[in-house]
């Protein structure tokens, strides 16, 4: 349990020196451009290598020492950091930043497929179930921690003092994950090359194929990320901003009572799992559509709009953090050690494929019927109620 609590530790001080970086940045390029179209085109950019980096991170969990992996990520960072900091006045920005963020999100995407693969090493039965909690709750708060504190940071020390400041924490991070001690942190073929890296994927595509619950975890959190969780990010932003005309100060306060949502479903998650543990994610997935359903209800009553959008958008946060959680403890208990790392990364990269589906999908449909925004939740609580429904029923066939 202590070396879980120093994976902990160093996971709150990396992700928030990630998360307050991968913010900060690109307000810096903002404010110093002056461009909106440059600062959205480069935060779509960074994203890309998130995606390789999971695939790749997956792969390294499964074939180096989980605890020299995160240090030696962390280590980078912290070069990285300092590098940047002692190169940023005489560097081309545009480049700069681009480089740097995608790399942030590159190493972030290494990072997390090895702290889940860490988890059943040292803890099983309701001790994992609270574990993942607690990661869940970490990486949450964190992503919303982050990016305000980093707002802040970045007007009082600069954009060099914040690299400095976040490189510190990188290094500190690194320093207590030298002192892990994981048991069975043995890896199975110590060979790296491209060639394995690639052979890992394959053989995590195979294992997918041949493992029927697997799959059936696969399309759960594939549906969630194209067809509810999309319905709530694109349309609060939109309900509240054009639909109810609010000020940009109302739409931080929902983000911030969603965040808070998201945070309460973390904490419940470790103590709701372990006395009432279910076998089943079904229950969470019809909570999610319901709660669309009655949203988009709601929505038609003029007094409710607003309060609606606050309670029923946390208690849908809640639920869904509720659902992750229980989404990767069952995934360690069905998938070998030797295949975990592997496995999260590509359930990782659906879940990052499906979600932007999704957004551009709700995004069209809020537009299209902008002036019955209630009908699109509505509609996407039905639809994906049904498509749960046909899951399951083809899954008892």
Known sequence: MNTFIFIVL????SLFGNAALRFALP??????????????????????????????????????????????????????????????????LLPL?????????????????????????????????????????VDTVDELLGPLLGAVLLEHLGIRGLLVLCGCCFALSAGMELCLRIPQD??????????????????????FTGQAAVLRLAAAMAAVNLLEVPALTVGVPVLVVQTLQKSDA??????????????????????????????SGTPLLLALSGVCAALGLALRVSVLQFGSILVLG????????????WFFA????????????????????????????GQAAYGSAFQHWAAHPADVLLAAGVLSALVLWLLQTRRTA
């Open 97 to 137: 930043v681009l480089t740097v963020l995608g790399s942030l999100y590159a190493i972030q995407g290494l990072y997390q497929p090895v702290v889940r693969a860490c988890l059943p090493l040292l803890l099983n039965g309701t001790q994992l179930l609270r574990g993942n909690a607690v990661i869940q709750l």
């Open 10 to 13: 160093g996971q709150i001080v």
């Open 186 to 207: 043995v890896p199975y073929d110590t060979k790296l090359s491209v060639r394995s890296l690639w052979a890992d994927l394959r053989e995590s595509a195979q294992f």
């Open 27 to 92: 307000l810096y390029l903002l404010r110093q451009t002056g461009s909106a179209a440059l600062y959205g085109g480069i935060t779509a950019l960074a994203m890309l290598p998130a995606l390789a980096g999971m695939l790749t991170g997956g792969a390294l969990a499964d074939r180096c020492r989980k605890a020299r992996l995160m240090a030696l990520l962390d280590l980078v960072t912290a070069g990285i950091a300092a590098a940047v900091a002692a190169g940023l006045p005489h560097l081309p």
């Open 250 to 279: 109302s739409l931080g306060l929902v983000q911030a009572v969603l965040s808070a949502g998201g945070i309460l479903g973390g904490v419940l998650a470790g103590t709701v799992f372990v006395r009432h543990p279910i076998r």
């Open 330 to 357: 069952q995934l360690q208990v069905l998938v070998p050690q030797a295949q975990l790392g592997k496995t999260t990364a590509c359930l990782s990269v659906l879940a990052c494929l499906t979600q932007p589906i």
């Open 314 to 325: 946390a208690v849908f946060m809640a639920v869904a953090a509720l659902f992750n959680v």
